[in-house]
Nanobody
Framework: QVQLVESGGGLVQAGGSLRLSCAAS????????MGWFRQAPGKQRELVAA???????YYADSVKGRFTISRDNAKNTVYLQIDSLKPEDTAKYYC????????????????WGQGTQVTVSS
């Protein structure tokens, strides 16, 4: 069982930056693929970034060059650095975990946090 707790969201002006954190419980964190999803009102949950147990990364086209995912296995934590924020980045951001490889489909992630709200003002 893995429990995930996100933090770091907030209200920020366009062009600003945020660093989201996701703290995980459990001894097997290092073996999990981790993903950051976001969901805006009325829209589907989408994967924005993911990182494999080996450190390989995936980014959605809409965030490439602005978002950076990283993990610290010693701290059981995955991070999402968000730079050059845009109003369209406004959403609730969720951390998710699954054993095995990175996948882009939300339903294939086994564990989810409660989410952290990111709001970008123009």
């Amino acid at each position: 069982q893995v429990q995930l707790v996100e933090s770091g969201g907030g209200l920020v002006q366009a062009g600003g930056s945020l660093r989201l954190s996701c703290a995980a419980s459990g001894r097997t964190f290092s073996s999990y693929a981790m993903g950051w999803f976001r969901q805006a009102p009325g829209k589907q949950r989408e994967l924005v970034a993911a990182i494999s147990s080996g450190g390989s990364t995936y980014y959605a086209d809409s965030v490439k060059g602005r978002f950076t995912i990283s993990r610290d296995n010693a701290k059981n934590t995955v991070y999402l650095q968000i730079d050059s924020l845009k109003p369209e980045d406004t959403a609730k951001y969720y951390c998710a975990a699954r054993p095995g490889v990175v996948v882009i489909i939300a339903t294939q992630y086994d564990y989810w946090g409660q989410g952290t709200q990111v709001t970008v003002s123009s």
